[in-house]
C-alpha cells in the first residue's frame, strides 16, 4: 500500500456521485454523468499505473480517454438523431 | 519529506479534490446544462495536476510523458464532448421529450 493507491482508492468516493445520477435521472443527464466517470476513471488508471510501477499501464489510461470521448460523442449523436 | 514529495502529495489532493466536487456538482445539478460544466472540471483542473504529479514523480520519460499526453488527450477532447452533449440535450428540450429544468 502506498500514497498512489490510497489517492487510486479516494477517487471511488468520487464515482459514487456519477454512479447516483445514472441510475437516477434523465438520459442527457447519465450521459454527462457517463463523461464525468469516464474522466474520473482514466485518471484513477493513471494513479493506479503509478502505484504498481508499470510504464505500460499508462496505455491503459490514453486507450481509456480516446474512447470515453468517442462514446461520448456516438452517444450525443444518437441522442440528437434518433431520441 | 523532501520538497518534491510536498509537492506531489498536494497536486494529487488538489485533483482528487477537484474531481469530488465536480462528482458533487454533477449530483447536484439541475439540468445537464450545468452539470456539463463539472464535466470541464475533471478534464481541464484534475487531469493536468494528476499528470505533472506523475511525471515530478517519474521523470519525464517515458511515464511522465505518457502522463502529459493523457492529460492533453483530456484537455483537448473534453469540450468537444461538453459542446456535443449540449447540443443533443438541447435537440432533446427543443423536441419536448424532456424539460429543460426539472
Redesign the interface.
Known amino acids: 500500500m502506498n500514497?498512489?493507491l490510497l489517492?487510486a482508492i479516494?477517487?471511488l468516493?468520487?464515482?459514487?456521485?456519477?454512479a447516483?445520477?445514472l441510475f437516477r435521472d434523465?438520459?442527457?443527464?447519465r450521459?454527462?454523468?457517463l463523461?464525468?466517470?469516464g474522466?474520473?476513471e482514466?485518471?484513477q488508471l493513471?494513479?493506479l499505473?503509478?502505484a504498481f510501477h508499470r510504464?505500460v499501464f499508462?496505455?491503459l489510461?490514453?486507450t481509456l480517454?480516446?474512447l470515453s470521448?468517442t462514446g461520448?460523442?456516438v452517444?450525443?449523436?444518437f441522442?440528437?438523431r434518433w431520441? | 519529506m523532501n520538497a518534491l514529495a510536498v509537492a506531489i502529495t498536494a497536486l494529487v489532493a488538489l485533483a482528487i479534490a477537484a474531481c469530488v466536487v465536480a462528482s458533487l456538482g454533477v449530483l447536484l445539478m439541475r439540468n445537464a446544462y450545468a452539470r456539463l460544466h463539472y464535466v470541464g472540471l475533471v478534464t481541464a483542473v484534475a487531469a493536468p495536476l494528476c499528470a505533472i504529479a506523475v511525471a515530478l514523480a517519474e521523470g519525464l520519460w517515458p511515464a511522465g510523458a505518457k502522463a502529459l499526453l493523457v492529460a492533453a488527450v483530456m484537455v483537448v477532447t473534453g469540450p468537444v464532448v461538453t459542446h456535443a452533449t449540449a447540443r443533443a440535450a438541447r435537440s432533446q428540450f427543443e423536441n419536448g421529450s424532456t424539460r429543460a429544468e426539472s
Open positions: 500514497g498512489w489517492a479516494a477517487l468516493v468520487a464515482l459514487v456521485p456519477c447516483i445520477v434523465r438520459p442527457v443527464d450521459l454527462v454523468a463523461e464525468s466517470a474522466a474520473i482514466t485518471l493513471l494513479l499505473a503509478e510504464p499508462f496505455d489510461a490514453l480517454a480516446l470521448f461520448g460523442l452517444f450525443a449523436r441522442f440528437e431520441l
